[in-house]
Nanobody
């Protein structure tokens, strides 16, 4: 069983930046991918970024079109931690952000991820 603990988030002004962290603990066998999803009320969780492994140093990164060029996902394999650096924030980035993990690689489908953090609220004000 893998536990994911998130930190970061909060309030930022439009154009500002925030960083989220997600640390995995427990039994992560082989490559363990971590992705970031976000959700607003009434909508499904949207995958925005993913890194193919936080247990090795050569993870591949993937981004949705909505955040490409503004968000950067990275990892520290010594800590099994993924980071989501968010810059040039927009009001439409306001959401609860969840990290999710899987031993089956990256996916932007929430149904493909097996482990979930509790979520962090990100609010971007105009």
């Amino acid at each position: 069983e893998v536990q994911l603990v998130e930190s970061g988030g909060g309030l930022a002004q439009a154009g500002g930046s925030l960083r989220l962290s997600c640390t995995a603990s427990g039994r992560t066998y082989g490559d363990y991918a971590i992705g970031w999803f976000r959700q607003v009320p009434g909508k499904e969780r949207e995958g925005v970024a993913c890194i193919s492994t936080v247990t090795d140093s050569d993870g591949q990164t993937y981004y949705s079109d909505s955040v490409k060029g503004r968000f950067t996902i990275s990892s520290d394999h010594t800590k099994k931690t993924a980071y989501l650096q968010m810059i040039s924030l927009k009001a439409e980035d306001t959401a609860v952000y969840y990290c999710a993990g899987s031993n089956l690689g990256c996916s932007f489908s929430q149904y493909s991820m097996s482990d979930w953090g509790k979520g962090s609220l990100v609010t971007v004000s105009l």
